[in-house]
């Protein structure tokens, strides 16, 4: 039976910086050339739930409720609209992977749900206790951390740190290929009557970093971007109160290098499990008929600016990438979009494409007239991060042309950073600094920013004169200890 819609497949990874795509991708990099790939893609929050939050429901984290990891504000709010309850009446909709896409009642318990659900959760668990394998990680691949709840108590949560390592119970017994082979029996037993849709949710190159052979030594040599363990004298050091910082700052450059080959061995895993997902929708006949999109939750400092995980605001942290391949009889006008994406567009794209019409609006825009060729996009994108367990360390960012302004809050101080991320991508320039050269810019996008988190309801507020404090409180700071610091 032929369907008229299309088969969706969204193929998410977890945790991956998009300068990790290349040499060791070969399936990814192959997907890319068949897809539409827009280049400047921003997630709505660099950690794990309140980015799927966005992601599956077109609207801001402040608007979902979904704004940290878990404990209170974890949860989409009931009312908001999701990929899965707007596409498994008439789709065969099937989950793999993560779950990390919290509602309340719990989607994947709901009696009105008609997704099949293989998430990894408790499952993977039960299988590696069959095996009797032991899971990857453990006490030597996690450290101590303080995590500020609420802005009022310091409590000691366990996290990952970037330890390396071989997983000697083999590549069966791994995550991500529990995961892959969940995906490829999805699409083995899916309802050949109804158009399919898979979403699969990766774990890597999410920590742990022990990773079984061939994958741990496949990456010999390794180019560090030139942030990798530096800390610059006018990034904020607010940071160092997040675990980014926190953990991140322990680690010299020349210690990054074997983490790094490791991160990316894992993302050759992960190609792996890509390419095989990617040839049984060949074998079963829906390659060319899938709406293909791959992407990534957020991404991964890996040392960038002296940091670890995400969790921040610099490019390395919040940019994604973001390929989407189109059914062989449709013909993008284009093949390559430099305009500012935000993932809440994805959802509003499947919906503009598959003629899906949504019960209630959503912030998140289609990408279909950039991809038609007649529009040139948003003119701004804006981020958040709310903390991780509990809500403690703030960021609130606005990506406006070429420039980004991040505003990071911890208690009762405020840091200001501007950057011009096409010319300096690596943001080793904070131009807050700079006399009075950038003051207009800067009021203006703080507005900006203002306005956007009043709209969306932001439990937190931007004073007006926060921009004249910053530069009262740091002025002093960055003429006197303001120096980059080689790690």
């Not at 402040?62 to 908001?80: A, F, K, W």
């Not at 108590?153 to 740190?161: E, L, N, Q």
């Not at 009021?443 to 910053?470: A, C, K, W």
């Amino acid at each position: 039976m032929t369907n008229d819609k299309p088969n969706v497949i969204v193929i998410m990874a977890d945790q991956l910086r998009p300068d990790a795509i290349g040499v060791h991708t070969p399936n990814i990099n192959q997907l890319k050339e068949d897809s539409v790939v827009f280049e400047r893609a921003y997630c709505a929050s660099p950690i794990c739930v309140p980015a799927r939050g966005a992601f599956f429901t077109g609207m801001y984290p402040n608007e979902t409720g979904c704004l940290i990891n878990r404990g209170e504000y974890y949860q989409v709010h009931p009312e908001v609209d999701h990929l899965y309850g707007l596409m498994d009446n008439s789709w065969d909709s099937w989950h793999t992977g993560k779950l990390h896409f919290h509602t309340k009642p719990a989607l994947d318990r709901s009696p009105d749900s008609k997704t099949h659900w293989r998430k990894l959760e408790g499952r993977y668990e039960a299988f590696l206790k069959e095996q009797d394998k032991r899971k990857p990680g453990g006490a030597s691949y996690r450290g101590i951390m303080p995590e500020m709840a609420y802005g009022t108590i310091t409590r000691p949560k366990a996290y990952s740190i970037p330890t390396v390592g071989r997983y000697e119970e083999g590549q069966p017994f791994f995550i991500d290929e529990f995961i892959a082979k969940d995906s490829i029996d999805a699409i083995r037993e899916r309802d050949r009557s109804k158009p399919f849709l898979l979403n699969a949710m990766f774990h890597a190159p999410h920590p742990p970093l022990e990773i079984p052979d061939p994958w741990f030594s496949c990456v010999d040599t390794v180019e560090l971007p030139e942030n990798v363990g530096v800390w610059y004298g006018n990034q904020s050091p607010l940071q160092l109160y997040n675990l980014t910082g926190a953990l991140g700052a322990r680690y010299t450059r020349e210690q990054w290098e074997p983490i790094w080959k490791v991160y990316l061995g894992l993302v050759s895993l992960l190609d792996d499990c890509v390419g095989r997902i990617i040839e049984e929708l060949k074998k079963e006949g829906l390659y060319d008929n899938s709406l293909i999109i791959f992407t990534s939750d957020h991404g991964e400092m890996l040392g960038s600016h002296g940091l670890w995980q995400k969790m921040c605001m610099y490019e390395e942290s919040v940019r994604t990438p973001l390929f989407m391949k189109f059914p062989s009889n449709f013909k993008p006008a284009v093949s390559s979009c430099g305009a500012l994406v935000s993932s809440i567009d994805v959802l509003p794209t499947i919906c503009d494409f598959t003629g899906i019409q949504p019960k209630s609006p959503m912030s998140g825009q289609s990408l279909m007239p950039l991809i038609a060729g007649q529009d040139q996009g948003r003119e701004r994108v804006f981020i958040q991060y709310d903390g991780n367990g509990g809500r403690g360390n703030f960021q609130r960012c606005i990506v406006e042309g070429d420039y980004k302004l991040i505003v990071d809050l911890f208690k009762d101080e405020t840091f200001i950073e501007l950057y011009d991320v096409v010319n300096d991508p690596q943001e080793m320039n904070n131009l807050t600094f700079l006399d009075q050269t950038y003051r207009a810019r800067i009021e203006i996008m703080l507005q900006r920013l203002r306005e956007h988190m009043q709209s969306t309801n932001d439990l937190l507020e931007l004073p007006g004169s926060v921009y004249d404090r910053f530069l009262k409180d740091y002025t002093e700071f960055k003429a006197n200890e303001g120096d980059d610091i080689r790690i």
